[in-house]
Structures are given as C-alpha cells and as structure tokens.
C-alpha cells in the first residue's frame, strides 16, 4: 500500500475512535522502511485533535511504536 493511502487511512482510524489504528501504525512502519522515509508527515488540520496537546500525544503514541511523525 502506497505511504499516501496508509496516511489517509490514519486520518479516517482518527476519526473512527482509533479503529485499528496500531495495524494502520504498523503498515505505516512497513511502508516507511521499504521506501527509505524517516519521519511521516501529517497534516496537523486533518487532525480531530488539532491543538498542541493532542499533536504531541499523537507524537508520544507513534514514537512508542516505533514511527517518528511531524505535522506540516
């Protein structure tokens, strides 16, 4: 799966009360290594919690598995 799709798929696993989310996490994990990215990148807007306090437990919950994000 394209690294655009799995992004998108996080978004609507956001959405949805973190449905499957740590499988989507883990898909973005694979997709990151096969395509040589460091760090994801999201869109802080698309976020259901777009404030700092919610962009920062976003990133701790990632950086716990493993996935290092940031918000543009």
């Not at 989310?21 to 802080?44: H, P, Q, R, T, W």
């Amino acid at each position: 799966m394209a690294l655009k799709a799995i992004i998108d798929s996080i978004y609507h696993a956001l959405e949805n009360d973190n449905q499957d989310l740590d499988i989507k996490i883990s898909e973005l994990k694979s997709a990151m290594k096969e395509n040589g990215v460091k760090e994801a990148e999201f869109e802080a807007a698309k976020l259901a919690q777009n404030n700092r306090q919610g962009r920062k437990l976003m990133q701790a919950y990632f950086r716990q598995r493993g996935v290092a994000i940031k918000f543009i």
